[in-house]
């Protein structure tokens, strides 16, 4: 099955811009989708398809894709948004699973 | 609003089975599969499988086939996930969450509260 790859920790000061990837084969077949994860908590959909955010998510947040790799971005990064974040796609293996990345602690500084 | 309440936590000894409830509300519950994931203490998360609520076609994860069962009620909304033969690693935070799937893309939207599962005897 395929995988995804992500950098396990990322940091940012507050107000800057960091963009968190996701590398993986099945990413030039699939958009990934992302997760947000605060401790304790149940994940949260922040970016799904092309570059689309669920409602009541900021516009902060985007998505993008290039060949193998999707990236999260978040521009203007505020205390809040330091959590665990998650890519998924799914598998272009041909089994209909789907896989999630190891995820990225992001640290806002 | 759309909603996923799961069951409670469950303490199990080794070699036992588990089954957890995903009961859902605020959408027509045979429009969407769910799929379940779940997340070992401070690990990443891990999908399990797929059901589909329209015809009760499943997917799993290839290193839990035949140790897993995903299984709908359609006539109460409640999606569940039977795990056998438990092992201490299959110590975790069980998640459902519905599936929205589509030609280039999937995602996961909303999430249950999650289930803690402990494997210990």
């Known amino acids: 099955s395929s995988e995804l790859t992500q950098d396990p920790a990322v940091s940012v000061a507050l107000g800057q811009t960091v963009r968190i990837t996701c590398q993986g084969d099945?990413?030039?077949?699939?958009?990934a989708s992302w997760y947000q994860q605060k401790p304790g908590q149940a994940p949260v959909l922040v970016i799904y398809g092309k570059n689309n955010r669920p409602s009541g998510i900021p516009d902060r947040f985007s998505g993008s894709s290039s060949g193998n790799t999707a990236s999260l971005t978040i521009t203007g990064a505020q205390a809040e948004d330091e959590a665990d974040y998650y890519c998924?796609?799914?598998?272009?293996?041909?089994?209909?699973?789907?896989?999630f990345g190891g995820g990225t602690k992001l640290t806002v500084l | 609003q759309v909603q996923l309440v799961q069951s409670g936590a469950e303490v199990k000894k080794p070699g036992a089975s588990v089954k957890v409830s995903c009961k859902a509300s605020g959408y027509t519950f045979t429009s969407y599969g769910i799929s379940w994931v779940r997340q070992a203490p401070g690990q990443g998360l891990e999908w399990m499988g797929w059901?589909?609520?329209?015809?009760?076609?499943?997917n799993y994860a290839q290193k839990l086939q035949g140790r897993v069962t995903m299984t709908t009620d359609t006539s109460t909304s409640t999606a569940y996930m039977e795990l056998r033969s438990l092992r201490s690693d299959d110590t975790a935070v069980y998640y459902c969450?519905?599936?929205?799937?589509?030609?280039?893309?999937?995602?996961?939207?909303?999430w249950g509260q999650g289930t803690l599962v402990t494997v210990s005897s």
């Open positions: 099945s990413l030039r077949s699939y958009y």
């Open positions: 059901i589909s609520a329209y015809n009760g076609n499943t």
């Open positions: 998924n796609s799914r598998d272009s293996s041909g089994n209909h699973l789907r896989v």
């Open positions: 969450a519905r599936e929205n799937i589509v030609a280039t893309s999937n995602w996961f939207d909303p």
